[in-house]
């Protein structure tokens, strides 16, 4: 470390000796000058590919060292920095030196929720088993191509390096931007907490299909409760979030708790009587999605063969993997049947799993080529998957997702 900045850091520190935030940590990381001359760029591998938060996190070298820079004004508005900022990060909080401050640090305090539990005892205990923080869903979905015994070698050996890395801790949503790559894009407002920002949260992990489907980049125009204004959370409530707290968030009962579109809208209450007509025939049938989506949305192909993945926009509709008297939007998310071969695991199970997931779109509206005519779907047949169009070299179980449409029967 540079004598001047040592020098300029303990001046501070002197400074400001009796206060509230004597601590060494907040001298520096209130000061951007310090913190510029303080702060390396971190060695990032090349990425390819596109994964679902989207492209490859981006650095700035101008402006790389923003991401740890505290708000000042927030010290004594914000009552989480009551106890000071080792309380949660430990490390030597009396140091000015760099090195021995930071030994022993804690750079992620509610990677471990019992940190935050100390004084949100009950969201903390719930979100043990959320699946954000689990991953559960992802590790159950993925272990059906598996044998028992390679399982266990998955579990162990690959989703912790790999899969739970992009589980969410409390403060993923709550301070800082969650990390895109292993790289943050730091604070969401210089460490204040912040109850809820869904472009700079939920945005940066659902960024490459989910959200800008939502938010119209993907599309002609923004999903129509985007237009009205509703947030991520208006669906997907705080419960759903953080989960229960009786553990019922780990098993693959969890479809059950997700939003649906009949928690709103109520069958029966449509205005006109052809809208109540089409929903009478089609419930049951067909998910709302199946009809209301507007058109194609973000689907991945090439994945996991060594040159990352492609994704291209295009619209699939067919069975339901998990309700097969349901017609759906599909995802094509395949999986080659080497992927994971480096790692002894053979997928034994490969073709017993689908490369094509009911996929719940995010670019909804009310009026949509199949709303206006049952030519579409009936006559026409448009977006339904075939043979033709399935995954070459995929799961012998894409035949599976396949819809045989009977002709119309208008009587």
């Known amino acids: 470390m540079k004598f001047a900045t040592v020098f300029a850091i303990f001046l501070l520190f002197l400074a400001c000796a009796g206060s509230a935030s004597t601590e060494s940590c907040i001298q520096c990381h209130t000061d ?12 990032m591998r090349p990425q390819t590919g596109v994964g679902p938060a989207g492209p490859p996190a981006v650095i700035s070298l101008k402006t790389y060292h923003r991401r740890y820079l505290i708000d000042k004004t927030l010290l004594d508005k914000d009552p989480h920095f009551i106890n000071g900022c080792s309380s949660c990060h430990k490390g030597d909080h009396k140091s000015i030196d760099q090195e021995k401050a930071h030994m022993g640090i804690i750079k992620k305090p509610s990677a471990d929720p019992k940190t935050c539990g100390d004084c949100h005892s009950d969201i903390a205990k719930a979100y043990q088993n959320a699946s954000h923080y689990t991953l559960q869903g992802m590790l159950n979905k993925v272990s059906k191509r598996f044998s028992k015994k390679e399982g266990g070698i998955f579990t162990e050996k690959v989703f912790v390096r790999s899969c739970k890395g992009c589980h969410a801790s409390c403060g993923d949503c709550h ?64 419960s759903h979030i953080h989960g229960s707290s009786d553990g019922s968030r780990k098993n693959e009962k969890t479809a059950l708790s997700r939003p649906k579109c009949l ?27 199946g009809c209301h989506s507007e058109g194609e949305y973000t689907n991945c192909f090439n ?48 073709d017993e799993v689908p490369d094509y997931r009911a996929s719940p779109v995010h670019n909804i509206q009310k009026s949509t080529e199949r709303t206006r005519s049952c030519d579409t779907c009936h006559v026409k047949r448009k977006g339904f998957l075939s043979r033709e169009l399935l995954i070459k070299h995929g799961s012998k179980a894409n035949e599976s997702v396949i819809f045989n449409l009977f002709p119309l029967n208008i009587n």
């Open 303 to 350: 994945c996991h063969i060594g040159k990352g993945a492609t994704s291209k926009p295009g619209f699939f509709l067919g069975v339901d993997p998990g309700n097969k008297k349901t017609l759906t939007t599909l995802r094509a998310i395949p999986v080659a049947r080497d992927t994971l071969l480096s790692e002894g695991i053979k997928m034994e199970s490969f």
């Open 175 to 238: 301070v800082s931007y969650p990390s895109k790559n292993g790289i943050g894009a730091g604070f969401v407002n210089g460490h204040g907490f912040v109850k809820k920002d869904e472009a700079k949260t939920c945005g940066v992990c659902h960024g490459g299909r989910v959200y800008p489907e939502y938010t119209g980049k993907h599309s002609t125009s923004p999903d129509v409760h985007f237009q009205r204004g509703m947030a991520c959370v208006d669906c997907h409530k705080k």
């Open 32 to 43: 951007e000058s310090i913190l510029e001359s303080l702060v390396e760029l971190p060695k």
């Open 263 to 289: 928690d709103c809208h109520k069958l029966g209450k449509e205005k006109k009587i052809t809208a109540r007509l089409a929903h009478s025939r089609h419930t049951g049938r067909v998910s709302c999605y």
